[in-house]
């Protein structure tokens, strides 16, 4: 990918495994990415191509049973997977925060949102009232009504758009460099869909913060992000600026990724949406070629025994194929 002035966070080969009933699930294997400094990087594929265990990986909350096996994950200069878990934790909601996919698991449902947003401030030595005005104006900043007045409400008096927003506040408040959302709008309507994306775009204008913005909604990637990592069955098989990826597309599966897109069905139909044909690999017995080699409509011989390089085919757009 293409470096502007420089990279807030640089992975390096990544491999990832988990171990499940004697069995070895090679989740990411040398996945290499950067994210430059304020600008946004989304990160799309099918379910279960591993988008959530590469940020779990880079905030290193993977599950006992993953190990990672292999690369380097750098952020300010140091690397994440080797700083003591003390400095890790501190970097978490300072310096790196993240917005998960559901608001109800990421808040507490038997704390008020005031106490909450005045909690993950913890570190912070000024007083009770400063950090309450610090939380009223987070909330002010995220689209709340009277901020104010429902610092004492619950999560449970707040819609799933206006709980979204809590969340999105509480990332904000310690005003982080970097800001990983895990598709944070996947459970919102359309109409909230477009509102929150206007939010985060508009925080990260405010704040000149970096976002790492996991989905599987091309339309929000195309309209937020400045970048986009393409994965598939653990791997990264394409990357570049949104303007390559949705106009100039390399990978066949990138190619199939779109047209499943619902936005790009111009006819109607009775049809079903359009699918890719095929399943996902088995990731503990991997393909010797290319891993989507058996799902390709545009296969060689060699993708069956080799599986391709990394190559950049334009400034800035890598794709890992045969074809090129």
Do not use: W
Request: aromatic share 4%; hydrophobic share 40%; charged share 25%.
């Amino acid at each position: 990918m293409v470096e502007p002035t420089g990279n807030i966070l640089q992975v390096r080969n990544l491999s990832v495994e988990f171990k499940a009933r004697k069995r070895v699930i090679k989740a990411l294997r040398d996945v290499s990415l950067d994210v430059p400094t304020g600008k946004i990087v989304g990160v799309v594929g099918e379910s279960g191509c591993g988008k959530s265990t590469l940020i779990l990986a880079i905030m290193r909350l993977l599950a006992p049973n993953a190990a990672i096996t292999g690369g380097e994950v750098h952020f300010g200069g140091r690397d994440l997977l080797k700083v003591p878990e003390a400095d890790m934790q501190s970097l978490r909601g300072t310096d790196i925060s993240m917005i998960f996919q559901d608001p109800l698991t990421s808040l507490n449902p038997v704390v008020s949102i005031g106490r909450q947003l005045i909690d993950v401030q913890y570190r912070d030595r000024s007083s009770l009232d400063s950090k309450r005005q610090r939380a009223i104006q987070a909330l002010s900043q995220v689209g709340i009504p009277d901020p104010a007045a429902r610092m004492d409400a619950y999560p449970h008096e707040f819609s799933g758009g206006m709980r979204q927003r809590i969340a999105i506040a509480m990332t904000i408040i310690e005003e982080p460099r970097l800001l990983i959302a895990d598709e944070p709008t996947t459970a919102l309507d359309a109409t909230l869909e477009v509102q929150i994306i206007h939010e985060l775009k508009e925080l990260q204008r405010r704040y000149q913060c970096s976002i790492l913005f996991v989905s599987h909604h091309l339309g929000v990637v195309a309209d937020l992000c400045d970048y986009v990592i393409v994965m598939y069955a653990g791997e990264v098989v394409e990357q570049g600026s949104v303007r390559d990826l949705f106009h100039d597309v390399r990978h066949p599966y990138t190619e199939k990724l779109m047209e499943c897109d619902p936005a790009r069905i111009v006819r109607s139909t009775e049809r079903s949406f359009p699918t890719i044909p095929g399943d996902l690999p088995d990731l503990v017995d991997l393909p010797s070629g290319c891993i989507f080699g058996a799902r390709c409509h545009r296969a060689l011989q060699q993708c069956a025994a080799e599986a391709p390089d990394t190559r950049t085919v334009a400034p800035g757009h890598a794709v890992a194929c045969h074809l090129y």
